[in-house]
């Protein structure tokens, strides 16, 4: 049996859940419940589409027990079926897994230390003193600098660059295109001109992360730049240098931190969102997409910058309005002003004001 | 005659339009109207620097017959001469054309397919079960995943990534930095936790697509994301998983849109933009730069958000005052229903108001 | 004496500045105020740190001399502590120098021309017609465009693309994972497909320019794309087309220009700006985070848009009403001309109106 095809009590037995249905029922795929057919095993995350049920031509369904009834599939019960779904998926993958081994186009320097499990691929350059754990993956293209230290089974992707000195965990992701360690943007200005500070700076970041492509994580300026246990960051990221992200946060794409701000654990950060240089954010709190914090956040909760969209002639001409607002404010309070002096007792007659 | 180098008779033939002035003259580059100098080829597509005729030194320009009579250099006569200098600027294209083969560096797995019309560059890496059609360029340093099918003529420039099971079509170009195929951003949480989802399905991109420098794209969870054709992306944007794009749709630079959206074709989509995940826009619908799409676009249209630019000083007061609009219109209900109540026919009264 | 070993001697010597303190002190590394230990040189570069001078930990100081009193551990006496320790902290530079000579694994086209002081690194490739001056350094993985040509002593780092006639001056150092010369994107539209124009110009890059990891730059149409001296740029910029950069400007990440907008000198761009095409942005200008420039912008100065930042649920009321800014904006102007009526003199009467 191929590693990407499952009885449905080898599903149930690998997953720890209860299945319901014919035990040598053969699942190869996964699909969504809508467009899927024989062969598939589905899963029902969102009870707004248990109608999806009746018809599916999935072979088999990961669902809630509570939703049971309504299933004519065969069924892999569970209290998270997402959760499940997302273990179930792995078992489904038919990626190419790397060969171990160096590859002989690899660049290895001598002093580089990693045993037998760890696979480099083609035109990858490892430096010297670099310290890989067992069953590391380096991609095709992947230049790891000097004196890195990466932890078990953590996988860089093709084409991705370490610069010198940067730490990773165990079990981590980075996709290709991202850059590790680059110098942080740090410069003392003298007369209008630029002088580089040296960024003397490390990255270190924890187990279990995740980076997506092209993302970009500056080494710090003096001490490291840290990425907490867990983290996830989408594509397109930017993390300046001496930044902290704490544990088990998340950051959708094309979002940046600058310079010395510390993110807490388990945040939640949409996509497009910047926040500013030296800041705090507290531990849980979530950012709308495209959010711009300019001052720290010393408390957990959800927060949110920008307008609404609008139709472009709509909004160019609230757009215009933004600029008077503190002008339109200022009438406000006068007019009201003028209107209490004559009825100094209006705050006291409700919503509709008074008539003479 | 070099390949850059045309008398006005072989343009006019090649571009299929009508000529004035001598057939026989010789044009070698191309110039803006306003510093071209003799030998030139120049266009004019914006009636508004018609005045730039009569004192360009360009030996030849581009223009609609309806201006021909303000212009001393000879001409070549078009209906539309931005698309005429579109057209004309390949024939002036000096960019070195890689020799096609296999460099001796590149890594090339021996079961890839491809014909002698295809060019690898130094350094490159083709991956296993790979197809690559007649004429296909991989640049150095590219890597291209296993099982990826590329179609006729499509260019990927140096240090491109492709994942697995990536399909590009014919003619499509691929800038450098590019990353294709890298995972969706799936997670789920369990107690705080993220879960990696694998993602397991592929990318499909059209014909005629064009895309900038360090743009990712990812592959889909289940099934692909889906890049439709003639589809032109500039750099450093970003495509989560499952989103589709629709055919002839146009995104400048640093856009990104979120997971499982759908972009409807012919859509023109500025710069900086964010699209949230799992919606739906249009057909034909214009953004604005940096605008931020957080719910469906049924309707074409022209959409935008945000505020307008101001001097600082200004905007910080505008800016704070934005957290007390709702505040300020209740306040202005709340006036207006006072006064309306002294004066119940006010709506009728017109813009000026009535005294007592 | 290793490299990042000083005497306080040597470093006054080095930096030609006061000391105060043991002449054989022995310096080697430089640690913030706040956490030194022993054998670290720290700097107080902002008065509001004073604090730190009595407790700190650190063997000598960078400070002005008007602080001097306060501290007790031996020090650099600097009119401006920050420039100083940006000069210092090349002196405890660590990271690794790439050895000159050309990498075996290296793939140089013989015509490339370049004296012995030069260093290209791993899988390196440098194509036809390069001119590299002495000290240059090429990056691993890094690939060199057909005609380049690149000043003294700049460095490229890992995985970096220069596309074909890319001129970069002197003393800049470029990021892996830049992208410089890729195609502007500049397309005529025909019946609503995209035509491409052939992108013709180059890119000229001055002297001293950093730029940041995965920062794009696109070539001309048809003059050049242009970046002047001491431009310093940050992580994943996008300069469009035909863009001009002033000198000593400093744009922060995420932040793009638009194709042919051109930007003065000595301005601060900070993270996530937007500026459309075709502007003009005068010398001296700053541009606040994620502002978006939709207009030139003439004269210097600082500038902003966007909102302020709020928890979501006050956002979603305040978003909400951004739309009837304009109705609010011609309701507030109808009630002052109603209450006007009845008090012509009410802009003598002061802020508090009068009664009747």
């Given at each position: 049996?191929?590693r990407?095809?499952?009885?449905?009590?080898?599903l149930?037995?690998?997953?720890?859940?209860?299945m319901?249905?014919?035990?040598?029922?053969?699942?190869?795929?996964?699909?969504?419940?809508?467009?899927?057919?024989?062969?598939?095993?589905?899963?029902?995350?969102?009870?707004?589409?248990?109608?999806?049920?009746?018809?599916?031509?999935?072979?088999?369904?990961?669902?809630?027990?509570?939703l049971?009834?309504?299933?004519?599939?065969?069924?892999?019960?569970?209290?998270?079926?997402?959760?499940?779904?997302?273990?179930a998926?792995?078992?489904?993958?038919?990626?190419?897994?790397?060969?171990?081994?160096?590859?002989?186009?690899?660049?290895?320097?001598?002093?580089?230390?990693?045993?037998?499990?760890?696979s480099?691929?083609?035109n990858?350059?490892?430096?010297?003193?670099?310290?890989?754990?067992?069953?590391?993956v380096?991609?095709?293209?992947?230049?790891?600098?000097?004196?890195?230290v990466?932890?078990?089974?953590?996988?860089?992707?093709?084409?991705?660059?370490?610069?010198?000195?940067?730490?990773?965990?165990?079990?981590c992701?980075?996709?290709?295109?991202?850059?590790?360690?680059?110098d942080?943007?740090?410069?003392?200005?003298?007369?209008?001109?630029?002088?580089?500070?040296?960024?003397?700076?490390?990255?270190v970041?924890?187990?279990d992360?995740?980076?997506?492509?092209?993302?970009?994580i500056?080494?710090?300026?003096?001490?490291?730049?840290?990425?907490g246990?867990?983290?996830?960051?989408?594509?397109l990221?930017?993390?300046?240098?001496?930044?902290?992200?704490?544990?088990?946060?998340?950051?959708?794409?094309?979002?940046?931190?600058?310079?010395?701000?510390?993110?807490?654990?388990?945040?939640?950060?949409?996509?497009?969102?910047?926040?500013?240089?030296?800041?705090?954010?507290?531990?849980?709190?979530?950012?709308?997409?495209?959010?711009?914090?300019?001052?720290?956040?010393?408390?957990?909760?959800?927060?949110?910058s920008?307008?609404?969209?609008?139709?472009?002639?709509?909004?160019?001409?609230?757009?215009?309005?933004?600029?008077?607002?503190?002008?339109?404010?200022?009438?406000?309070?006068?007019?009201?002003?003028?209107?209490?002096?004559?009825?100094?007792?209006?705050?006291?007659?409700?919503?509709?004001?008074?008539?003479?």
């Amino acid at each position: 049996m191929s590693r990407a095809s499952w009885t449905l009590h080898a599903l149930a037995e690998q997953l720890g859940i209860e299945m319901r249905g014919p035990a040598d029922l053969v699942l190869d795929h996964l699909a969504p419940l809508g467009s899927a057919q024989a062969g598939a095993l589905s899963f029902l995350a969102n009870p707004r589409y248990r109608h999806q049920l009746e018809e599916t031509q999935a072979s088999a369904v990961i669902l809630h027990p509570s939703l049971a009834g309504g299933c004519s599939a065969a069924m892999l019960l569970s209290d998270n079926p997402y959760l499940t779904y997302a273990r179930a998926s792995h078992l489904f993958n038919r990626a190419p897994i790397p060969a171990s081994g160096v590859h002989q186009s690899a660049v290895v320097d001598e002093t580089a230390q990693f045993d037998d499990s760890v696979s480099i691929g083609a035109n990858a350059v490892i430096e010297a003193g670099c310290v890989l754990a067992s069953g590391v993956v380096i991609g095709p293209g992947t230049v790891v600098g000097a004196n890195c230290v990466i932890g078990e089974n953590t996988r860089l992707y093709a084409n991705v660059t370490l610069y010198h000195n940067v730490r990773i965990g165990a079990r981590c992701i980075v996709h290709s295109g991202v850059v590790i360690g680059s110098d942080g943007f740090g410069f003392a200005n003298e007369k209008g001109r630029w002088v580089k500070i040296a960024q003397l700076g490390g990255v270190v970041i924890g187990d279990d992360v995740d980076i997506g492509a092209c993302t970009t994580i500056d080494r710090g300026a003096i001490g490291d730049t840290r990425i907490g246990n867990g983290v996830i960051l989408d594509n397109l990221n930017m993390i300046a240098h001496n930044v902290v992200v704490g544990d088990h946060t998340a950051m959708a794409a094309c979002s940046g931190i600058s310079g010395s701000s510390k993110v807490g654990s388990h945040c939640i950060i949409a996509g497009g969102v910047g926040i500013a240089g030296h800041l705090e954010v507290a531990d849980r709190v979530q950012l709308s997409m495209c959010t711009v914090v300019s001052s720290s956040l010393p408390e957990s909760g959800s927060y949110s910058s920008g307008t609404a969209i609008s139709e472009t002639r709509e909004w160019r001409k609230n757009a215009a309005r933004f600029r008077q607002l503190d002008s339109m404010a200022r009438r406000l309070t006068a007019l009201e002003r003028m209107l209490d002096n004559r009825h100094p007792s209006r705050h006291d007659e409700g919503d509709t004001g008074a008539g003479e």
